[in-house]
């Protein structure tokens, strides 16, 4: 006789961590397969119920494999990558995670997914030159491919940074342009470095950023040239040497040169200067003007002029706007021109005065130490 009754079969039990597969102690954000994954999405490795032992993570991307960096926290239940919220564009991502349970037992787990690939990239083109020794008023300007709509988001993606430490601020120019410049002039010596973070960047919808460098250029001894148009003069200071008064020819009745500071942006040992190009139709055609240095944008020179008569320069202007130094035809070093020609650089600042035009805008060629610092850093997008 039975006095009792029984089930027949294993015993039920009730599911742990002990048990849990390793796509259930592991979680990865983004899961497993997911594509176009964009530049901000959260990345990390978490085990809630359960310790990371180990977290890899590849990025392949060109042909090339990076290694992401990232940190397991205190607890060992999250790992993040070193760079949260900016993954890397058009990458296949791959993950491999050591992870313990709670009984000690060691679980691995490889996830994989890949992130947007864009169609549209921009860059931005920047002055000075990397390496370059430059003048004490050297602003530093990108003008970018596309236009930038998240201007925050560029700017921050660039860092203009000094040794000896400076300040320095941003200002933007319009949707495809941004400057950065101290409070006041370069001190000589001092080395400039630009960082560019701009790869994947978002720059303006289905835009993205393509660079991603760090370059420096050197600031040079002081010059500062003062023009006066009145007098026909240009009185030239450097390193706190005795000046130099050198005679020039400025813009001539209705044509007169900008009032303001100025900074030399290129030069030309020789070059062509045709009237169509500034709106003076065909007013003058010159080959080969000698020891040519840019001021604006627009058109405005400092350089060598052999076709005005030697008792113009000092006396009276004549030119459509520039700024002329006697010169001789072909250029000659030992010329007004040819001196200050040689022993000027790029970011030198020359400033007219006295003259009967408008002061020169600060977006016209580098000419932004026309605006007050205040003004200067309205124009950021961060402050």
Known sequence: MLAGCATVG?????LTDDAR??????????????????AAERFEVRAPRGRLERVRVSAFRDGIQLTVPGRISADRHR????????????????????????????????????????QHRFIGYFTPEPQSVVGTGMIVSFGFSRPITDRAAVER???????????????????????????????????????????DVRGAEGVYGLQQKTVRFVVGRRQFSTVDAATHTMRVVRDGKAPVTLPVTAGGPGNETYNGKMVISEKFDMTRM????????????????????????????????????????GATNTSHGCI?????????????????????LVGDVVEVVH??????????????????????????ALD
């Open 324 to 344: 002329g130094l006697r010169d001789t035809q072909g250029g000659s070093l030992s010329s007004p021109a040819g001196w200050f020609f040689s022993g000027s």
């Open 274 to 313: 045709n009237g169509d190009t500034v709106g003076f139709g065909g007013e003058y055609d010159i080959s080969d003007v000698p020891h040519a240095m840019r001021l604006t944008a627009t058109g405005t020179f400092l350089h060598g002029n052999y076709w005005a008569p030697a008792d113009a320069f």
């Open 79 to 118: 790992w993040l990558p070193a760079d949260r919220g900016h993954l890397r564009l058009g990458a296949r991502y791959a993950v491999d995670v050591v992870a313990v349970d709670s009984s000690g037992r060691r679980t691995a787990r490889h996830s994989g997914f890949t992130t947007y690939v864009p």
């Open 157 to 199: 993606a660039i860092r203009v940074t000094a040794q000896p430490p400076t300040e320095v601020a941003a200002h933007w120019f319009g949707p495809a342009r941004l400057d950065f410049r101290p409070r006041t002039y370069w001190k000589p010596g001092t080395v400039v470095t630009l960082d560019l973070k701009l790869r």
């Open 355 to 380: 003259s009967g035009d408008r002061q020169v805008a600060p977006d016209n060629g580098l000419s932004g130490w026309n605006m007050s610092w205040r003004d200067w850093r309205a124009g950021s």
């Open 10 to 14: 294993p015993p039920k039990t009730a």
């Open 21 to 38: 597969p390793p796509a259930q102690l592991v979680h990865v954000v983004p899961h497993d397969g997911a594509r176009n994954v964009s």
